[in-house]
Structure formats: C-alpha cells, structure tokens
C-alpha cells in the first residue's frame, strides 16, 4: 500500500525548489538530450507495474506542469518498481551523463513499517536502435549504479518545510547504438524522483587565433580529440591551425595559426578590411598602414596604394615605400682637358625624385672641326671607371683624338626613370683637343708585389712630341664598379704604389706628359697584390731568413708540446671539465685550445645564478616588446611570436617565451638558465637570443623568430621538394653550429631534427629550448634511467649505457639527424620499441640509406655510427667533407642502392641474402615485416614475381597503412627489382 500522506505536503517544498532549477542556466559546453524539468508535454514514461512508481505534476508560476515521480511502498516487503523513460537519441555522443535529483524517506522515521524498507534505489540502461519498444526484460538492463542519498528526511523536516535534494551524477560510455533508455528501480524504498537531466559533452564553437574550431563531442574515454580549425573569413592558413579537445569539453592551447589576407587587419578575433587611405601589402603584416606620400586608395581592403600622376613605384620598391619620380638633370657641369683627355665633373640634380638610387650616364658625339658632321664617339674612348650607371659624380675620359669636338649629355636616373614617359633631361658639356703627344707606353712588372704594394716600371715613348715633364699614373680596382679611380704623377720611369688591399686585383694605366701636350695612356695592366709579404726574387738574404724562420718554428713547436704535456692548464690552455679518455683523444687529434679562445661556462657554477644572467643576456625593457599570438606552449609557459623594437634600431620578429604565474623561484632559475646558455653563443647557426626580460612580470626571454619551425615538421610538410645539394647544405649547416659548440666544449646531449629551428631563407640553427614547438606526446621518445630522460633512438650507446656524453655522442646523434633530412622527417627505427632499438644496436644493426640517398652521405653516417666513439670523426671534419661535396655535387650522384648492389658495405642490414629469397614469407621476415604475411597472401600477392609490382596505393589497400612500413617495404622492392636485373631472374622473372 502506498503511503499518500507524505508526498503532498512536500510538493509546496518542491515547488520552490522545482521553480528556481527551472530558470537555471548550463554550460556552454553541455548539451542537453533530456531535462524532465522542462519537458513540454508528456514524457511518456512507463512504470511497472503499474502501482508502483506514480507521477506527480506540479505547476510553475507560468501554469507549466513540471512533472516528478515517487513511490512509497515501505509497507509491504519484497518490492520491485521499475519507472522506464522514454527512448532517448544519442546524438553521436560516446560517453552520457546522468543528473538525478531525489529525496529519500528515513525508514527510521516510518513508523510500522517492515525490517526490508531500503534507503537506495537502482539505476540501468538499454542501447537500443529501436525508439518504439514497449518491453524490455529485466534481465537485459545494464547496471549503472546503486543510489542512496546524502541526506534523507523525516515527517519534521516536512512540516517544518527545511528539505535539501541530493544531486548525483553518473555517466556511462562506449555507446554504439543510435539510442537508449534509462531505467529506475525501486526495491522498497520511499522516493521522489524530482528530476533527471541526461546530457553530453562537447568543446564548443570558439575562435583561436583566427581559425573556427566547430562544436567536437567529446570521445568516450579521456583521450585527447585533434580538431583542425578553419580560417575565419578573408583570412588564410600561416600554419596549420590545430587545438585538441579534451574529455571534459575544454579546448587547450592552439597550435598554428591564420593571418588577415592582403588589404585586411585583425580586430577581435575577426579580419575587417582596411579603410580608405589605407592598405595591408602582405599578410605577414598586422595592421593596417596609411597610404605613403604620393599616393592613395579609394576603396576599402586594399593590399597597396596607386601612384599618384607622375609619380611611379619600381617593381623591387617595398609597398610601404613613398611613390618617387624621375630625377632632374645634373647641374653645375665642368670640365678638365689636357689635350687628349678631359676629366668631367657635376653636382647632384637640384631635385633626386624622393630616392637615394641616382646613377649618371654620359652619352658622347664628336664632331670634326666644321662642327656639321657629328656621330656617336664609339667605343674608341676609355670612361674610368665607366660611362654607365655612374654612382660618383665624376668621370675621367681618354683616348680622345686629336682636333675634334666632342659635346658630353650627362644624365641622372634613378629607379623609376624608366617608367616614365616624360623626356630625359640633360645637361651638355663641349670641349675641343688639341694636338697631343706620341706617349704609348708598355707597363712591365719590373720589382716584387707585397700584400699592399705593388711597384711599376715602364719605358719611355719612342717619338715623344717634345721633352717628357712628367708620368701620370691611373689605378682602381678591378670589378668594382662604384671604386672611383686614383691619379699618381712622378717624373721617374718608375713608381710603388702604396696602401693597396691584400689579395686585390688592380688595373694600372699610364701615359706622358710632354712639352708638347699629354699623350695617350698605355694598355690597361692587371696585377693582385699577394695575400701576405713575399721575398722578393732573388733575394741574397732568403735562405737565411728561411733558415731562421723553420728554426724559430721548430723552437716554438717544442715549447708548445712541453707546455701540454706538463699541465693541461698551463701556457693559457682551458677546458671545460671532461673525461680522461676524451681528453687524451682530443691531444692526439690535435684538437688543443689555444689562449684567448672562448670556452662554456655553466650557469650553475655560478654561486648566484642571477649573476649568470646578467653577464650573458642583455636586459629589455617590455615596452619594446609586442606580443601578437600564441605559438605552442613549453614546460614553463607559453611560447608567442611578436615584434621587438629597440630604441635606434629597425623592428623585427621574434620569438617570446614568458613565464608561467605562480612559479617557484627555482624555476625561475632553471628558466632564466636557458637565456643563461643561449647568451653565451654568436654562430649564425644557433639560435640567437635578443635578451631577457626580469624586471617586470611576466619574466620572458626573447629570441630570433624562426618562421618554418622545427626541420623535422618542416621536411614532412615538403617531402620530396628539395634537391639534394639543398639538403647537405641544410646538413652543412647544422654540423657548423655542432662544430662552434663542441669547441666552446658544449656538449649538447639532445641532437635530432625536432631540436632545428629553420628560418625563412632556410637556414637550420641548433636549439634546445623548445621555443617554438610542441614536445612529442610519444612516450617512448625518451627513456628514463638513473639521473632523467635520454632520447633512444638518437643517442650513442656509450652514452645510454653509461650517461657518458662526449662531443663524439653527438656526432652520433648527427647521424640520425642526417637520416632524419635525407628521409624528410621520417621517424628513425621506425616502430621499434625502445628496447628493441638498443638491442638492435647492440648487436651491430644500423639505418639503411634512406631512398635517393647518395652513397657518400649514408657512408658519413654509418661513420657517425661506430660503436667506438674515438673511431667517429669530428665535427670539423663533417664540415670538410660537406664542404666538399657542395663543391662538387658529381660526388653525390652514386646513390646508396647502386653501392650496395655493387659490393659496397652500405647494404641495408635488414634486406636479407639475395640467394636466400625464395618466398614471400621469406622476404617479409628478412626485413622484419612479417606481421604482413596474411595481407599479402589474402590479396594474392603469393610469389615473388608478383610483389615487384607493389606500389603505395597497393600497400594502402591490402591493409599496410602505417607511412615508415609503406616506405620500408617500397625500397625493398626496389632492391628486389634491381636484384632481379643483376641476377637476370635467378629467382625473380620481372
């Protein structure tokens, strides 16, 4: 029988209670699928049987019933009620949850009634594809839970109207099926079921960093979902824009990033066109900038400003560059004759156009002495330094003739000269020669060249047009075009010319100055000055000198070896602190530090670390500093790009890494530490940092912005795009910055693609800070032992054995790296698992060559490689060998296959015998690819004849979809396919 009299003076209770929830408000990321509080007709539930769970309405202060359920059969024992809802779609959603408020009678304050009264109640599910079922056995529920309540109450707390409802929250996952239904049992227990919401949840809509990220339901476990966003309109792609949505419905920091198209600027969160008067040339840019001087943008979103009339932009001219106009002619002309030569000199036009560019031309005409046949001079006359593209305003002109007329045009032009249609303007010079004297004259090296001298001779002319005055000497440099010329006399046959550049290339010429008049100069002469002095020929003094000199050397020789073997630290030799073996290892290859040399301090030899700050990373003040978007996120915080811009200095990007609040001042140490190391290092091929910021919060440290990020991410994106010599140059690079930190004795211990930064140009820079990427979420990257985390498959087994590190353990890390290039960031071992690869390499395996690796480089990493790290070479010695092969790229044309066909030693040591290959089984175990046996069988792929045939979408098809296994079988094909060429079909007919 069920007890009436209890739920009726409860609902004036519930009503309040029902009425408040009603108006409440849920998370943006909650979806609800059913609310039986705001449900707006009946909701169809079913109880059974019948007499059991009973619904009772209630109505809100809008006439709206709102509907619970209760059931009160205490007096009678062995009680089972089931309250069934209605069928409830799962809406793609993995993982449900549940919110049930209730209120629970006190069996204790239930006078007479049985010793079976319950003070809990069960909740089950059914997954169904069916929204039409009436019945459903018990038996086929799925248990939730069992519910009891935090507070119950008693026939007081009624009356007094002082109720609490208990909320619980259960949730069920791995839902396949289309939907469900829920289901409440009661065993005997007195209950008002008050509400139930069942609900899902989602990462929803939300704009990062101008890409949309879509509503994402949430998986059904607590795995993290990658979610790729789309730029927002009239925006593009900089970096592909990725967040991932995790199992609470929270979306955490985003990766990659759109920009504002040309013509358009970013204002929250959105791209809104630039103004009138305004424009945007490249995306790069953030904001929109007004139109320079001299020109203009009538409508909105424009990506550059128009000339006005008149005024012009060159095709090279930045967009944010004023428009310019042509030139006016030059002024003040003069000029200087002797005889058969004229110097022309002129100041700058009155007006330069806007630019800086000017250049003079001077065009000739001679015309004889009636002054009515003129023509162009030819190419008879000699304009030092030229007759074009003049950047200095002065011009010597010889070989002119004798008794003519000559009318010079000089010309100024700029950049924009040639787009304008307006007439050139000139300003015109005359001048007449008169007779001149017969000087041509031969100019012969008669004593030494030095490093900055040179000394001439030369003999007088044979018919000399009267008593010789004086010589005039003209010299400049070879190939430099805007060198201006220099002008020597002497009344001697002969001259040294002094304060000349070592190792330069000069052009002399020289001519007479006659009581007649002056002469012709001579044929042109080109002489280099050496590199360092020289003995001149024949000096009676040099087999002493040299004597004295191999003598001093042999002395000095001596003095430096005792000094080394005496101490290492003595005659200024310092090194960092290192092992015996290494150090021997380093004497006997000669690689010996020479006083003055700069070597690694540790910023933790340092008693305040503060110190180490200050004396390596120069101090920024924040007001230099724009952040503009978030990059990734490191171990302390957050890593942005943005703009610095240093008092006198031009703006540039940089990379930000700022510090998280609330952190330690231990980790404020450890972060600082890495500005600490980077400050200590100048080599174009490391990282460069800016400075620090430590005066103000958030403490950052700022570095040069690498805009292709991490090389290996970079060679994935653009796998295949490269030529090979562009690879060893990328190869050539990294090895440099290797070579400058293993001689300031920094030993880097994490060497692999993922730690190169690349920037615009190209160019690869060593890093271990992490300043713009995101560490693997792979945890076997790295392998814990006593003393933190080593990355296995990059790391020298001396090293992974015994935590000894030496410059030689990262020139094995440099073989892998050089893997990693040649394969475009595949990922080294492939799926091996750490264990594995360390057994593997243990028992002499290493890489193949990856496909269309030449020869020589798989060999320098095989070199890298020997398990005897004195055996590895050093890294000057890569920068050599790299050097060389740029120099000679035939060297690179024998690739890896060819020389492992032929006998070379470079054969892949998985690819097994090829007299041994007879079955397809066979061949999938030799290269540790048999987990594919059954693939291959099931696709008809049985003999070997008809594996050679195998290409990627037929791997993709037969179920081979992991990319390292595609590209490992592909190249053991192509050794099948060549085996079968050399072996004419031993076993293989292709």
């Not at 449900?39 to 109505?59: H, N, T």
């Not at 209605?86 to 009678?105: M, N, Q, V």
């Not at 059914?126 to 026939?155: G, H, M, P, R, V």
């Not at 290409?951 to 296994?965: A, K, P, Q, W, Y």
Request: net charge neutral; proline share 5%.
């Amino acid at each position: 029988m069920a007890l009436h009299w209890w739920i009726y003076p409860l609902l004036h209770t519930l009503h309040f209670i029902l009425t408040s929830d009603a108006a409440r408000s849920y998370p943006a990321n909650e979806v609800t699928l059913l609310d039986s509080m705001s449900a707006p007709g009946d909701l169809g539930w079913v109880a059974y049987p019948p007499e059991g769970w009973e619904e009772i309405s209630v109505m809100d202060e809008r006439n709206t019933p709102m509907r619970t359920y209760q059931v009160c059969n205490v007096m009678e024992a062995y009680q089972n009620n089931w309250l069934r809802t209605s069928w409830i779609p799962r809406d793609g959603a993995h993982r449900i949850y549940i919110e049930i408020k209730f209120t629970l009678r006190d069996c204790n304050s239930l006078p007479g009634v049985p010793g079976t009264c319950k003070e809990t109640f069960n909740m089950y599910y059914y997954e169904s594809n069916n929204n039409n079922l009436w019945y459903i056995k018990e038996t086929q529920y799925i248990k939730i839970d069992t519910i009891a309540a935090d507070e119950s109450f008693t026939q007081v707390d009624v009356g007094d109207r002082v109720m609490k409802l208990n909320t619980e929250v259960r949730d069920i996952g791995s839902l396949t099926k289309k939907g469900f239904y829920l289901a409440f049992q009661d065993v005997g227990a007195c209950i008002a079921l008050v509400s139930v919401r069942v609900y899902y949840k989602k990462c929803p809509l939300t704009i990062r960093n101008l890409a949309e990220f879509p509503d994402k339901v949430t998986e059904g476990d607590s795995s993290l979902v990658e979610v790729r966003g789309s730029c927002v309109n009239n925006s593009e792609e900089y970096d592909v824009p990725k967040m991932h949505c995790s199992a609470d419905g929270g979306w955490l920091v985003p990766i990659g990033r759109c920009v504002c198209k040309p013509g358009y600027e970013e204002k929250k969160d959105t791209c809104q066109p630039c103004r009138p008067g305004f424009y945007k040339a490249s995306s790069m840019d953030a904001y929109c900038m007004k139109c320079p001087p001299h020109s203009y943008s009538y409508q909105e979103s424009s990506s550059q400003c128009t000339c006005e009339k008149n005024y012009y932009r060159a095709e090279t001219d930045p967009k944010a560059m004023p428009c310019t106009r042509p030139p006016t002619a030059p002024e003040n002309p003069i000029s200087t004759t002797n005889e058969t030569s004229i110097i022309l000199e002129w100041s700058p036009p009155r007006d330069s156009g806007g630019r800086n560019d000017i250049t003079y031309n001077v065009h000739c005409k001679k015309c004889a002495g009636d002054s009515r046949r003129c023509s162009v001079c030819g190419s008879g006359l000699h304009f030092i330094p030229r007759q074009f593209g003049l950047t200095y305003t002065k011009v010597l002109v010889t070989n002119l003739l004798p008794h003519m007329n000559y009318t010079f045009n000089l010309e100024a032009l700029n950049g924009v000269s040639e787009l304008s249609s307006r007439p050139k303007q000139y300003v015109s010079i005359n001048v007449t020669t008169s007779q001149a004297g017969d000087a041509q004259l031969n100019v012969i090296l008669k004593e030494r060249r030095s490093k900055d001298s040179i000394t001439l001779a030369w003999q007088g002319p044979d018919h000399a047009n009267g008593v010789i005055v004086e010589y005039e000497v003209i010299y400049y440099e070879k190939n430099q075009k805007d060198q201006n010329y220099t002008v020597l006399r002497t009344k001697s046959n002969s001259m040294t010319v002094d304060g000349l550049k070592p190792g330069t290339t000069y052009v002399f010429r020289v001519k007479a100055h006659t009581s007649g008049g002056h002469g012709t100069y001579g044929g042109e002469i080109e002489l280099e000055t050496s590199q360092e002095d020289m003995l001149a020929i024949g000096d009676p003094n040099q087999p002493t000198i040299m004597a004295v000199s191999i003598a001093g050397g042999i002395v000095l020789l001596i003095f430096l070896v005792t000094c080394f073997v005496i101490s290492g630290r003595h005659c200024g030799y310092i090194k960092a602190k290192q092992d015996p073996d290494e150090e021997k290892m380093q004497f006997h290859h000669g690689q010996v530090r020479l006083p003055g040399s700069r070597t690694y301090v540790h910023p933790h030899t340092y008693e305040d670390p503060n110190q180490a700050v200050r004396d390596f990373a120069k101090e920024i003040d924040a007001s230099c500093i724009r952040i503009e978007r978030v990059i990734g996120a490191g171990e302390f915080g957050e890593v942005c790009s943005g703009r610095l811009k240093l008092p006198g200095k031009r703006e540039i990007y940089v990379a930000i890494k700022s510090l998280k609040a609330g952190y330690s001042e231990k980790q404020r140490r450890d972060f600082l530490s890495e500005a600490s190391i980077m400050g200590q290092f100048d080599n174009p091929n490391i990282i460069r940092l800016e400075g620090v910021v430590t005066k103000c919060k958030p403490v950052m440290i700022i570095t040069e912005y690498m805009e292709n990020g991490s090389l290996d991410s970079f060679l994935r994106k653009r796998d295949g795009q490269f030529t090979v010599i562009q690879l060893v140059g990328m190869l050539r690079g990294i090895a440099s910055g290797m070579k400058y930190l293993s001689d300031m004795n920094y030993i880097h211990r994490d060497l692999a693609a993922r730690n190169i930064l690349v920037n615009g140009n190209f160019v690869c820079k060593v890093s271990d800070f992490g300043l713009s990427r995101v560490l693997e979420d792979d945890p076997e990257a790295a392998y814990t032992t006593r003393g933190g985390k080593i990355p296995i498959r990059w790391t020298a087994p001396e090293a992974i054995a015994y935590r000894k590190f030496t410059s030689a353990s990262d020139v094995w890390s440099y073989g892998i790296v050089m893997w990693e290039v040649m394969s475009y960031g595949e990922r080294p071992y492939w799926e091996m698992s750490n264990q594995d690869v360390i057994k593997a390499i243990d028992e002499g395996y290493r890489l193949p060559a990856p496909m269309d690796c030449p020869a020589v480089l798989h060999q320098l990493m095989l070199d890298c490689w020997q398990k005897a790290r004195g055996d590895r070479p050093k890294f000057g010695q890569i920068v050599n060998i790299l050097d060389k092969l740029i120099r000679n790229p035939s060297c690179l044309k024998t690739l890896a296959i060819d020389a492992a066909w032929s006998g070379n030693s470079l054969q892949d040591p998985c690819t097994p015998d090829s007299s041994a290959i007879t079955t397809v089984d066979e061949w999938l175990d030799g290269i540790k690819m048999g987990q594919y046996k059954e693939n291959f069988a099931s696709a008809g792929y049985t003999t070997l004849d008809t594996v050679v045939y195998i290409n990627s979408s037929d791997l993709c098809r037969i179920g081979v979809t992991i990319v390292g296994h595609q590209k490992r079988i592909l190249w053991s094909i192509q050794n099948l396919h060549t085996m079968a060429n050399q072996m004419h079909g031993t076993h293989i007919q292709v």
